[in-house]
Nanobody
Framework: QLQLVESGGGLVQSGGSLTLSCVASGFTLDRHAIGWFRQAPGKEREGVACINAIDGKTSLSDSVKGRFTVSKNNNNGTAYLQMNNLKPEDTAEYFC??????????????????WGQGTQVTVSS
């Protein structure tokens, strides 16, 4: 059974940093693309970053480009979202998602078929 568990969220001041982790069980990251999404209250869930399964190629949304980095460690089955220079508008529930595929990832939430339960990130001004 595929399972994703996020951790690392919390309260941080504007300009601060957090690293989110997404631990995968029941499958390997070298055969699954990973996406990171966030959802603020009253807003749609939006894709912020993703990483390919085979070549580790990444993609970031314009709103986080230059501040966030997505990576993974296939050996320990964990994907990461490093978030720097956080802003109050980054406040949201953050989710990781997975899909069995090799050479692409997607910012579209409908493309993924397994989801974690989320971790809250709150950035104070």
């Amino acid at each position: 059974q595929l399972q994703l568990v996020e951790s690392g969220g919390g309260l941080v001041q504007s300009g601060g940093s957090l690293t989110l982790s997404c631990v995968a069980s029941g499958f390997t990251l070298d055969r699954h693309a990973i996406g990171w999404f966030r959802q603020a209250p009253g807003k749609e869930r939006e894709g912020v970053a993703c990483i390919n399964a085979i070549d580790g190629k990444t993609s970031l949304s314009d709103s986080v480009k230059g501040r966030f980095t997505v990576s993974k460690n296939n050996n320990n089955g964990t994907a990461y979202l490093q978030m720097n220079n956080l802003k109050p508008e980054d406040t949201a529930e953050y989710f990781c998602a997975a899909r069995h595929t090799s050479f692409r990832c997607s910012p579209s939430r409908s493309w993924y078929d397994s989801w974690g339960q989320g971790t809250q990130v709150t950035v104070s001004s």
